[in-house]
């Protein structure tokens, strides 16, 4: 029995050997088909992955196109409607411009005009980019009236007075213009701007009292901003000596009563009154009548 047994161990642990051989060579190949699986699988999964992210940018890249398309149609709606507005506005304007024009001599008219050029220059530029605001705080004053004199450097050069458009103090009341000497007038003569007022003959000179009472403050503008404005009051005393505040019987103007050194040449450069060769002043009339 010893003997017979002696005999199978070397053989058994041959087998042995053979059998780890054998398992060795299954693991490696496993080993080896597990990596490829590994390999393939690693490989389909960037390739999914970039498809996925290929497809997110053709996705979105339409949807940001849009977006951006929306958003110009969307401006261009608002711009034209925009456009439209102010067509209108604009037409409105130029024709109640032109109504107000043809009945200028009508003094209720003239009146509700200088209200609403009062409410267009405290919102909205002019054509010399004035923007201001007057605030009516004293007694008895009516809506100022707003007055523009045109190509300055013109009539300074040639000495030639000019003479505003006429208005009435209130609605029935006294007509009158401004006259301007723009190369000054007397002791004013090449220093000084003269600034007057004068009566005129009006459409309810029989109705008003003569001769004419109270006072008309005349305002330089300054056009840079709404401060540093300059102006003076011509009084009418209600004194029956005086002609220029007396009722016109003769002709159409009446004689002027004002200041020949109205404002200075330096004042008129310093506070900045000229702008776009225009010149811009205002009438505040503060009247006295039974």
């Known amino acids: 029995m010893t003997c017979r047994n002696s005999q199978r161990l070397p053989r058994c642990k041959e087998n042995v050997a053979t059998h780890l051989a054998l ?9 080896e ?10 490989t389909e999964v960037k390739t999914t992955t970039e498809r996925y992210e290929s497809t997110l940018k ?23 409607k925009a456009e439209s507005k102010l067509s209108q506005g604009l037409a409105y304007v130029e024709s109640a411009t032109q109504i107000r024009v043809n009945e200028l001599e009508k003094p209720k008219l003239r009146s509700e005009l ?16 004035i923007a201001w605001q007057v605030t009516c705080t004293k007694e008895n004053q009516v809506a100022p009236v707003w007055i523009r004199m045109p190509d300055y450097a013109n009539l300074k050069r040639q000495s030639e007075q000019w003479c505003s458009p006429p208005f009435y103090t209130y609605s029935g009341g006294y007509r009158m213009c401004l006259c301007i000497c723009a190369a000054g007038d007397d002791g004013g003569i090449g220093t ?14 029989d109705s008003v009292p ?21 102006g003076k009051t011509i009084h009418y005393t209600g004194d029956n000596t005086t002609d220029t505040g007396n009722r016109v019987v003769n002709g159409e103007l009446g004689k002027a009563r004002g200041y020949p050194l109205f404002i200075s040449n330096k004042d008129l450069k310093g506070r900045h009154c000229i702008k776009h060769n225009s010149v811009c002043f205002q ?8």
């Open 23 to 31: 398992t060795r060579q299954e693991l490696i190949k496993a080993s």
């Open 33 to 42: 088909k597990l990596k490829k699986t590994e390999e393939v699988l690693t």
């Open 58 to 80: 053709e996705i979105d890249s339409p949807t940001r196109r849009l977006t951006k398309t929306q958003e110009v149609e969307s401006t261009k709606v608002l711009l034209a």
């Open 114 to 129: 200088n209200t609403q050029l009062e409410k267009i220059f405290t919102t909205a530029d002019w054509n010399t980019k």
């Open 192 to 205: 000084h701007m003269s600034a007057y007022a004068c009566v005129m003959k009006g459409a309810y000179d």
């Open 210 to 230: 003569w001769p004419l009472q109270g006072n008309l403050e005349v305002v330089i503008l300054n056009q840079n901003n709404n401060t540093d404005h300059f």
């Open 283 to 290: 009438v505040i009339i503060l009247y006295s009548h039974n």
